[in-house]
């Protein structure tokens, strides 16, 4: 009976340091963002429209 209860607590910690480790891996990933494109006609037309 008590090796069941061993057993229990030792699969425990393993999963919450596995969670840990999952979530600590996860706050230091970094990411990252890619710049917008220049579209220079987009940009032509909306100075077109503000002129007139």
């Known amino acids: 009976m008590i090796?069941?209860?061993v057993l229990?607590?030792?699969?425990?910690l393993a999963v919450l340091a596995l969670s840990?480790?999952?979530t600590s891996?996860?706050?230091a990933?970094?990411?990252t963002i890619d710049p917008l494109p220049?579209?220079?006609e987009h940009l032509n037309t909306d100075n077109e429209r503000k002129e007139e």
């Open 20 to 22: 840990l480790l999952t």
């Open 38 to 40: 220049q579209n220079d």
């Open 8 to 12: 229990a607590i030792v699969i425990i």
């Open 29 to 31: 990933y970094k990411h």
């Open 3 to 5: 090796w069941f209860i």
């Open 25 to 27: 891996k996860g706050y």
